[in-house]
């Protein structure tokens, strides 16, 4: 499976962006999707994933300002992420988790969150 993450850009503080992630196969045998960031010099990290039950996770730091979805009928997953702060800049990838061992990541796209 590839992903083709979009989306990214240069905003500041307060405003909004939407990712969008699309996969070259179907998203419906995936068992999670989600999106990671990576900070200059951090390890990467959880922002969002949802399960194929449709239950959501949130990494703390954005919870109650993004919002993980998915479109099964065009392979997509989406990252809305209000209320952006700076502390929000990285490199945003998103994943596709097949089974226990075998996973996906795409190439990411750049988030820059300007005071």
């Known amino acids: 499976v590839q992903l083709q993450a979009s989306g990214g850009g240069s905003v500041q503080a307060g405003r909004t962006l939407k990712l969008s992630c699309l996969a070259s196969?179907?998203?419906?045998?995936?068992?999670?999707l989600g999106w990671y960031r990576q900070a200059p010099g951090n390890e990467r990290e959880l922002v969002a994933t949802i399960r194929k039950d449709g239950s959501i996770t949130y990494g703390e730091s954005v919870k109650g300002r993004f919002t993980i979805s998915k479109d099964s009928s065009k392979n997509a997953v989406y990252l809305q992420m209000n209320s952006l702060k700076p502390e929000d800049t990285a490199v945003y990838y998103c994943?596709?988790?097949?089974?226990?061992?075998?996973?996906?990541w795409g190439q990411g796209t750049l988030v820059t969150v300007s005071s």
């Open positions: 994943h596709y988790r097949k089974n226990s061992v075998s996973a996906f």
């Open positions: 196969g179907s998203i419906f045998s995936a068992i999670v």
